[in-house]
């Protein structure tokens, strides 16, 4: 069983910046790809980020592209998700995900709110 613990969010201006992270209490932390997916109010969730067990390869929606950067601490059991240039629409509840190689290898961290205000 992996547990995810996501740091808290938050409310940002328009334009700012904010960071999340994700703490995974697996001892194979670099066998999982990890990913962010946000649920906005009244809409499906949807992938925001992604990022390979390595670190080597990474994945971005069209929407955050060159805003938003994943990365990840193997060491530390660690992924990251730096966000800039906030827009109101990225308003959501943001989730990191954590896929191994078998199908039930799927875990979710408990969420966290992101605000941005116009």
């Known amino acids: 069983q992996v547990q995810l613990v996501e740091s808290e969010g938050g409310l940002v201006q328009a334009g700012g910046s904010l960071r999340l992270s994700c703490a995974a209490s697996?001892?194979?932390?670099?066998?999982?790809?990890m990913g962010w997916f946000r649920r906005a109010p009244g809409k499906d969730p949807d992938v925001v980020a992604a990022?390979?067990?390595?670190?080597?390869?990474?994945y971005y929606a069209d929407s955050v592209k060159g805003r938003f950067t994943t990365s990840r601490d193997n060491a530390k059991n660690t992924v990251y998700l730096q966000m800039n240039s906030l827009k109101p629409e990225d308003t959501a509840v943001y989730y990191c995900?954590?896929?191994?190689?078998?199908?039930?290898?799927?875990?979710w961290g408990q969420g966290t709110q992101v605000t941005v205000s116009s």
């Open positions: 990022i390979s067990g390595s670190g080597g390869s990474t």
């Open positions: 697996v001892h194979t932390f670099s066998r999982y790809a």
């Open positions: 995900n954590a896929r191994g190689s078998a199908w039930f290898l799927n875990y």
